[in-house]
């Protein structure tokens, strides 16, 4: 089955500087990763998604990235805020014999100093 | 919209009781699914319904029951509780869970459980 990895498990930043977090897939026919937000003691929140036809894909401070040949994605969060700490997971839509579910990565807890 | 809903917020047990979570959507969505959260582990699937009628296990089903026999609600029974089960339980759903579809899955809430 599918398997997800996720780096870095915490990352400090300082405000208004950049944060990368990486995911590697091991399923070649997984083709939907979707990244969710997750704020102290609330849900999951879809935050931005890209399919494997796409290479990057950009909402205001946030971009993913895909590299289908090496099998990896990243996260990256531009200028940097307060209101961004929080867990961040990635997620690969796996369709061997799991009817596609949604198989997600350990997470990465940011932390934003003013 | 109520979106996707839970039921308790909050529960604690003693070993070797049973209780059921429930999860109800009113979004018309045929896929459904729970998950738990665990330190460290992030979201890892339970049990999973592609439709009314239709259950399947995900990556930790043992000690754990589901059924659909609505599109709304699909409820989680635990069987007999144990202290490895306290975690925090998240249902979501979404419209498909099949082959083409890339459909945003929607959180309930969470309940956190806790077994003595």
């Known amino acids: 089955g599918e398997n997800v990895e996720q780096h870095p498990s915490t990352l400090s930043v300082q405000e208004g500087d950049s944060a990368v977090i990486k995911c590697t897939y091991s399923d070649s026919a997984s083709n939907y990763f979707p990244w969710y937000k997750q704020e102290l003691g609330k849900r999951p929140q879809l935050i931005i998604d890209?399919?494997?036809?796409?290479g990057e894909k950009k909402d205001q401070r946030i971009a993913v990235t895909l590299n289908k040949t090496a099998k990896h994605f990243s996260l990256h969060i531009t200028e940097t805020q307060p209101e961004d700490s929080a867990v961040y997971f990635c997620a690969a839509r796996s369709y061997g014999g799991s009817q596609g579910n949604l198989i997600f990565g350990k997470g990465t807890k940011l932390s934003v100093k003013p | 919209n109520a979106g996707v809903t839970q039921t308790p917020k909050f529960q604690v047990l003693k070993t070797g009781q049973s209780m059921t979570l429930q999860c109800a959507q009113d979004m018309n969505h045929e896929y459904m699914s729970w998950y738990r959260q665990d330190p460290g582990m992030g979201l890892r699937l339970i049990h999973y319904?592609?439709?009314?009628?239709?259950?399947d296990q995900g990556e930790v089903p043992n000690g754990y029951n589901v059924s659909r026999s609505t599109t709304e609600d699909f409820p989680l029974r635990l069987l007999s509780a144990a202290p490895s089960q306290t975690s925090v339980y998240f249902c979501?759903?979404?419209?498909?869970?099949?082959?083409?579809?890339?459909?945003?899955?929607?959180f309930g809430p969470g309940t956190r459980l806790t077994v003595l």
């Open positions: 979501a759903s979404s419209y498909s869970g099949n082959s083409g579809s890339y459909n945003e899955q929607f």
């Open positions: 319904s592609v439709g009314a009628g239709i259950t």
């Open positions: 890209i399919r494997s036809n796409v």
